[in-house]
Structures are given as structure tokens and as C-alpha cells.
């Protein structure tokens, strides 16, 4: 019984350095993983896939196009109230966005803008980051040539429906993320206790 004893717990420290070993190749593979996704991303092509995925998830996407909007319209606006032409303000504003999916779309009715097209109709195609209302706004404010005060105050008003909006979502996110770190602190000690229990059978 004493030799049997013996015997497993000789064999104890050999199974903990094997499992120790597989944690060292998973924790390796998960590294080598996680790098080959962020090049992927990084890059031109993953970046357009990434931000397009992301403005394709429900909540998330609509806060990305509201932020992207009141940034293009408030830095618009400001070039054309200090004297900048349309055209030039467009391609500095256009800059501004921070989504390329959205930066194309915008570039695209820059080109109608330099063929005698209206800003209003030429940023209708835009539907992913202009609502209606929005463009309609656009439309008026052009004809009235108040175009840089409107655009402006659709900044200031997208930007406190989107602090309300945050806040919503802050408030609905806060008990998900404490049961998810709960959950991750429960992994992590459940982890801790296996090869102590293990240990323990092999000595038995």
C-alpha cells in the first residue's frame, strides 16, 4: 500500500509538467493567434471588413454613424463659416469620420459636389450615415445659404441625443459586464483548485 503511495505521488509532478506543458503551447497558439488577427485587421482590406462589421451590429453600428455624422457636420460647418470653399472643406471633413466604409461613401458624393450637384442630393446616397431628416435639413439650409450655421447645430443636437443614447447603454451594459467579470474571476479560480484536486488523487 506504502509502495503504491509512493509510486503515485512520484508520478504526480510528471502529469503536473505535462499539463503544464500543454498550457504553454495553448498560451503560445493563442499568442501567435491573436497577432495574425491584428495584422489582418490592420491592414487596408481587414480594416474595411472590421469597420464594416461593426457598423452591421445592432446598437453599436447606429452610435458609430451618429458619432461619424456630428464629426463630418460640426467640422464642415466650421470650414465653411471661416471662408473655406465646399469642395475643399468636403475633403478635409471627410477625413474627420474615422470609418472608412463611411469616408468612401461620403468621397463618392464629393465627386457629384464637383459636378454641379447639390450637397443635399449628393449625400442622399450616404443612408448608412445620413438619416432623412438630416438630409433635408441640408437641403433647406443650402438654399437659404445658412448652410454653415445648420450644419453646425445638426452637430450639437446629434451629439446630445448621442450622450443620452451612451448613457442608456452604459446603464444596460453595467450589470453585464459584472457578470462576466464574475464569471472570468470563477474561471480563473476553478483553474487554480484542478491541480490540487488532481494532486491530491494521485496521491490517494
Do not use: H
Request: charged share 25%; glycine share 10%.
Amino acid at each position: 500500500m506504502r509502495r503504491t503511495r509512493r509510486r503515485a505521488a512520484r508520478r504526480a509532478p510528471t502529469r503536473l509538467g505535462d499539463d503544464r506543458g500543454s498550457v504553454d503551447v495553448s498560451v503560445e497558439m493563442l499568442f501567435v493567434t491573436a497577432l495574425l488577427v491584428r495584422n489582418a485587421f490592420t491592414s487596408e482590406k481587414g480594416r474595411r471588413v472590421w469597420e464594416g462589421l461593426i457598423l452591421r451590429i445592432p446598437l453599436v453600428g447606429p452610435l458609430v454613424a451618429q458619432f461619424a455624422m456630428a464629426r463630418f457636420c460640426r467640422m464642415l460647418g466650421t470650414l465653411l463659416g471661416a471662408g473655406v470653399p465646399l469642395v475643399q472643406g468636403l475633403n478635409v471633413a471627410r477625413k474627420s469620420i474615422g470609418n472608412q466604409i463611411l469616408v468612401d461613401a461620403v468621397s463618392a458624393s464629393i465627386d457629384r459636389v464637383q459636378e454641379g450637384g447639390r450637397l443635399g442630393e449628393s449625400l442622399s446616397a450616404c443612408k448608412g450615415l445620413f438619416p432623412g431628416s438630416v438630409l433635408e435639413m441640408v437641403s433647406v439650409a443650402e438654399e437659404s445659404g445658412r448652410l454653415d450655421v445648420e450644419l453646425v447645430r445638426i452637430a450639437v443636437v446629434t451629439e446630445a441625443d448621442l450622450d443620452r443614447e451612451l448613457k442608456t447603454v452604459v446603464a444596460f451594459a453595467e450589470p453585464l459586464m459584472l457578470f462576466v467579470v464574475a464569471g472570468f474571476v470563477g474561471t480563473i479560480f476553478i483553474g487554480m483548485l484542478l491541480p490540487i484536486f488532481t494532486l491530491q488523487e494521485y496521491i490517494k
